[in-house]
């Protein structure tokens, strides 16, 4: 069977219909549909999620030709150290079962045999820790280095930190709140912080929102980083609808380098107005240079000259429908006149 049959089946042996198995793992009903029907295929936080929900590995879910075992065994080595024997259903569906075991010293030993009752059998690992508190197969947050695994004779490694908060309440199928941090993680949600973030608000080194915070990010209002696309764009380097950075590319842009229709800055190079140190454009201000194809002016870089010239020809040639950046672009002319 396909990764999306799987799913499927799994499902609906489980009773839950497609809306309410997206709720417990944070998605939507279309999302659900386009898994089962192998249009789209989960994230691999997701994998986790569902092969937890269900009490099937994650070898089960992603190879077509692995099929749930019926029987396993189960060994554990832990910090505390005891020796035991469990027998029972899987909890995953309200199972129930015994474990009985003896304390041991420094370490110790178990053994597990059960069923999975969400997918017809069990499977055989064993886990092997270096401190107190491990981190276990299903990838939940760990406090050691190192965790290592042992599942049907692979070898599973984790390393370094990770930590992932998931708010219960939820937003046309995303988390209000979802934090997941960790090398290789995502997070989205209407607030979203992670290495890679997307949602309402994004928070991360790359990030994709509305309003974006990120070093790289886009923001369809607004986006502040060191690479920002957006409607108001803040960085390093600044695209956007107002642009306002060292480089910068907008309709109306303000930096060292501009680049817009109308562009304040070191070098000003607009297609309206340009008003800078060197500035290019239809209508030119310059402090040292200006180069303008309907009006230039040099002002010098003392300041206090009349501007009522290049506010005239501002009036006279640019369009209305500017007329919000018209006013920006003036109130610039206003400050640089010391007026």
Same mark, same amino acid.
């Given at each position: 069977?396909?990764?999306?049959? #799987?799913?499927?089946?799994?499902?609906? *042996?489980?009773?839950?219909?497609?809306?309410?198995?997206?709720?417990?793992?944070?998605?939507?009903?279309?999302?659900?549909?386009?898994?089962?029907?192998?249009?789209?295929?989960?994230?691999?936080?997701?994998?986790?999620?569902?092969?937890?929900?269900?009490? +099937?590995?994650?070898?089960?879910?992603? #190879?077509?030709?692995?099929?749930?075992?019926?029987?396993?065994?189960?060994?554990?080595?832990?910090?505390?150290?005891?020796?035991?024997?469990?027998?029972?259903?899987?909890?995953?569906?309200? @199972?129930?079962?015994?474990?009985?075991?003896?304390?041991?010293?420094?370490?110790? !030993?178990?053994?597990?045999? @059960?069923? !999975?009752?969400?997918?017809?059998?069990?499977?055989?690992? *064993? #886990?092997? !820790?270096?401190?107190?508190?491990?981190?276990?197969?299903?990838?939940?947050?760990?406090?050691?280095?190192?965790?290592?695994?042992?599942?049907?004779?692979?070898?599973?490694?984790?390393?370094?930190?990770?930590?992932?908060? *998931?708010?219960?309440?939820?937003?046309?199928?995303?988390?209000?709140?979802?934090?997941?941090?960790?090398?290789?993680?995502?997070?989205?949600?209407?607030?979203?912080? @992670?290495?890679?973030?997307?949602?309402?608000?994004?928070?991360?080194?790359?990030?994709?929102? +509305?309003?974006?915070?990120?070093? +790289?990010?886009?923001?369809?209002?607004? !986006?502040?980083?060191?690479?920002?696309?957006?409607?108001?764009?803040?960085?390093?380097?600044?695209?956007?609808?107002?642009?306002?950075?060292?480089?910068?590319?907008?309709?109306?842009?303000?930096?060292?380098?501009?680049?817009?229709?109308?562009?304040?800055?070191?070098?000003?190079?607009?297609?309206?107005?340009?008003?800078?140190?060197?500035?290019?454009?239809?209508?030119?201000? @310059?402090?040292?240079?200006?180069?303008?194809?309907?009006?230039?002016?040099?002002?010098?870089?003392?300041?206090?000259?009349?501007?009522?010239?290049?506010?005239?020809?501002?009036?006279?040639?640019?369009?209305?429908?500017?007329?919000?950046?018209?006013?920006?672009?003036?109130?610039?002319?206003?400050?640089?006149?010391?007026?």
């Amino acid at each position: 069977m396909t990764l999306g049959e #799987k799913i499927y089946s799994l499902r609906v *042996k489980n009773g839950l219909s497609q809306e309410a198995f997206g709720e417990k793992l944070g998605v939507s009903r279309q999302s659900v549909s386009k898994w089962e029907t192998d249009q789209s295929v989960p994230e691999l936080d997701k994998i986790v999620m569902i092969s937890e929900l269900f009490t +099937v590995t994650t070898d089960y879910l992603l #190879k077509e030709s692995v099929a749930e075992p019926a029987s396993g065994q189960w060994k554990e080595t832990t910090a505390a150290g005891r020796t035991g024997q469990w027998n029972g259903a899987s909890a995953a569906t309200g @199972g129930s079962g015994q474990w009985n075991g003896t304390p041991g010293a420094a370490e110790g !030993s178990g053994q597990q045999n @059960g069923a !999975s009752t969400a997918a017809g059998g069990s499977g055989q690992w *064993k #886990k092997a !820790s270096g401190a107190e508190q491990a981190s276990d197969l299903w990838g939940e947050s760990s406090d050691t280095e190192q965790d290592a695994y042992e599942c049907r004779g692979r070898a599973v490694v984790k390393r370094g930190f990770s930590y992932e908060y *998931k708010s219960k309440r939820s937003w046309r199928g995303m988390p209000l709140v979802h934090v997941n941090i960790g090398f290789g993680r995502s997070a989205k949600g209407v607030i979203a912080i @992670g290495l890679a973030a997307k949602g309402i608000v994004a928070i991360g080194l790359a990030g994709l929102g +509305v309003i974006t915070l990120a070093p +790289v990010g886009i923001g369809l209002l607004l !986006s502040a980083g060191i690479v920002a696309i957006g409607g108001i764009a803040l960085g390093d380097f600044a695209i956007g609808v107002v642009a306002i950075g060292a480089f910068c590319v907008g309709l109306f842009s303000m930096g060292a380098l501009a680049v817009g229709q109308f562009s304040f800055g070191a070098i000003a190079i607009g297609q309206q107005v340009a008003v800078g140190d060197v500035a290019r454009g239809d209508i030119a201000l @310059g402090f040292s240079e200006a180069t303008g194809t309907v009006f230039q002016q040099i002002t010098g870089k003392q300041g206090g000259f009349d501007p009522q010239d290049v506010l005239r020809a501002i009036d006279e040639h640019v369009a209305d429908y500017w007329f919000i950046f018209k006013q920006w672009i003036k109130g610039m002319i206003y400050i640089a006149a010391g007026i």
